[in-house]
C-alpha cells in the first residue's frame, strides 16, 4: 500500500549544502493547518481516539471547549524539516514542553534553528518551537540529528 504524501514545503535557510556544515543560527520552519482530516488520519494512524481530539461536543465539556490536536501530530513537522532537508539523517534525540494546544482547524508553525554543531560525528543540536496561528509557543524542546557529514564526504 503506498503512503499518501502531504506536500511541505520547508521554508528558512537550513539547507543542506554538498560541501559544507551548518552554522549556528540557520532555521527551517513548516506550516500546516491542524484539519479535521489530518487529526482524524492521525486517531487511526497512532490509535489515539481520544475524544478531546475527534468530537466537538465532548471538547466542549473540557477546559479547552473545542477539540485539540494531538500534540505528536504537529510535533511531527519537527521531524519533517529535517527529514525533507536532510536525505540520512537520524534522530538521536527530542524533548518537548507542551505549553498550549493546538485548536482542530488552526494553522501551526514548526521552526527549528540551529544552536550547536558538533563536528565528529556530524550532530546538529537545534532548538525546536511550534506555534499556533497567533504566534504564541504552543510546544518548545530541543532535537539532535545526526548528519551526513558533507566535508568527510570523497570527492572526485
Known amino acids: 500500500m503506498a503512503a499518501r504524501r502531504i506536500a511541505a514545503t520547508i521554508g528558512g535557510n537550513l539547507k543542506a549544502h554538498p560541501e559544507r556544515r551548518l552554522a549556528l543560527g ?32 465532548y471538547a466542549a465539556k473540557t477546559r479547552f471547549k473545542k477539540p485539540i490536536a494531538h500534540g505528536m501530530l504537529y510535533s511531527s ?7 525533507a532537508q536532510f536525505e540520512g539523517a537520524i534522530y538521536l534525540r527530542q524533548t518537548f514542553e507542551f505549553k498550549r494546544p493546538v485548536f482542530v482547524g488552526d494553522k501551526a508553525t514548526a521552526k527549528v534553528t540551529v544552536t550547536d554543531v558538533q563536528v565528529d560525528p556530524y550532530i546538529v543540536t537545534c532548538r525546536t518551537v511550534i506555534e499556533d496561528s497567533a504566534g504564541k509557543v504552543c510546544t518548545d524542546g530541543e532535537a539532535s540529528v545526526l548528519l551526513p557529514d558533507p566535508e568527510a564526504a570523497p570527492r572526485a
Open 26 to 57: 540557520q532555521f527551517g520552519e513548516l506550516s500546516r493547518v491542524m484539519s479535521p482530516e489530518l487529526v482524524a488520519g492521525f486517531a487511526e494512524v497512532s490509535g489515539d481516539d481520544n475524544p478531546v481530539h475527534l468530537s466537538e461536543e
Open 77 to 83: 513537522m519537527i521531524s519533517t524539516i529535517f527529514g
